[in-house]
């Protein structure tokens, strides 16, 4: 009996060394964190068949989704919210993923630009990185305020909001900042028009209808210059007028190299004077959703009634019809030196005018 209570003892003692042994090894193996360890090693001993689920898209689906994750919010959280918004199938597995390959310590908190024909793990990884969620946004040279709000509600599943949104905060009676609109010379009440600056954008994900206006603004203020618009405040112009002028340049021209001499048939009428005549300014108030910029007959210089037709009324009209490109405003503001009073398209319809000084060589030039 007392043997085999010797042997007991021994064998215990053993398994002791043993045990403290193998957990040694353990803690070595694992960079003394064990539990972590073994919990990983179950799990890729569960992920092991699953790769092909790893790399199955939801579908081929890639629309963009706007998709959120808060400040504090679990990995098992995004799982499900992942599955909710039809991006990802299976839960657990996502979260064994990110668990895996210790990117469920990586999750950042910001709005993503995901889509279903994305992996599972493809996703994971996407979502480490809110600060790369940018997207596009192209505002073409002469669009008009509802043109870039049309932009807007057709990219509505990047920006999380619409044209009317948009247009609440650009549109006719939105508030504008205060020292923006007395250094540009903005009338009270009036729209942005003019002022949303024709360019390619990334625009964060966070983006806002305010954040969005802000981001045009700055940049027509940061491109046009200063320098600009103190010169065109010693010929006589406030920027609001410079910009009204440079729309009708923009929308006359389909080449950027013509703008100063249309600027300067524009100057010379002005400085006459001599009601502008501009076709654009014809358009403008007959523009609707579908057809913003309608072709017009001659019957439409008399028949549309508006402050903006400059057939009708004398000078500048009460505002920009457009959102012109620092060319255009650059040649309103620094015109050819010319003495043309008439331009209109040449003959070759190659995109260029013909310029004229008296109405009579104007006719001449017709085809």
């Known amino acids: 009996m007392e043997r085999l209570l010797k042997t007991a003892v021994i064998g215990a003692a053993l398994l002791l060394v043993a045990a403290v042994i193998a957990g040694g090894a353990l803690f070595v193996i694992s960079g003394g964190q064990p539990v972590d ?3 990983k090693a179950l799990i890729r001993l569960s992920l092991s068949g699953r790769q092909a689920e790893l790399n199955r898209p939801y579908s081929a689906d ?16 995004i799982a499900q919210n992942l599955v909710s918004a039809s991006l990802i199938t299976d839960a657990d597995l996502f979260v064994d ?9 990586q999750l950042e908190a910001g709005v993503f630009f995901l889509n279903r024909a994305q992996t599972p793990a493809q996703i994971a990884v996407a979502l480490t990185d809110s600060a790369s969620s940018q997207f596009p946004f192209r505002i073409l040279e002469g669009w008009r305020i509802e043109e870039v709000a ?17 247009l609440g905060v650009v549109g006719s009676g939105a508030p504008i900042d ?16 003019g002022f ?32 600009v618009l103190t010169d065109a405040a010693a010929q006589g112009f406030t920027p609001y007028q410079i910009v009204t002028l440079a729309a009708i340049v923009q929308r006359e021209a389909v080449h950027p190299d ?14 006459m004077p001599m009601r502008l005549e501009a076709d654009p300014t014809v358009q403008y108030p007959l523009g609707a959703p579908g057809n913003w910029w309608p072709r017009i007959t001659a019957a439409n210089y008399q028949n549309v009634v508006s ?16 959102n012109p490109s620092v060319s255009a405003i650059r040649a309103a503001v620094y015109p050819a030196q010319s003495d043309f009073y008439y331009f209109r398209a040449d003959c070759r319809s190659d995109g260029y005018h013909d310029f004229a000084r008296t109405f009579d060589e104007h006719l001449a030039n017709g085809c």
Request: proline share 10%; charged share 15%; glycine share 8%.
């Open 307 to 322: 402050p903006y037709n400059t057939y009708l009324n004398d000078g500048l009209p009460p505002g920009p019809i457009a």
């Open 97 to 105: 993923y990110v668990r895996l390959n210790d990117l469920d310590t």
């Open 37 to 39: 360890y073994v919990q």
């Open 150 to 166: 049309e932009a807007v509600e057709q990219a509505r599943a990047y920006f999380g909001f619409g044209a009317a949104e948009f």
């Open 62 to 77: 890639t629309a963009p989704q706007r998709f959120t994750v808060s400040m504090g919010d679990t990995p098992r959280l």
């Open 258 to 271: 013509e703008h100063p001499m249309i600027a300067s048939v524009y100057r010379n009428r002005l400085a």
């Open 178 to 193: 205060s020292t923006f609109a007395a250094q540009m010379g903005i009338p009270p009440g009036v729209s942005l028009e």
């Open 196 to 227: 949303l600056y024709p360019d390619t954008y990334q625009i964060p994900a966070q983006v806002t209808p305010e954040m969005l206006r802000d981001i045009l603004l700055q940049t027509f203020t940061t491109t046009v210059g200063g320098q």
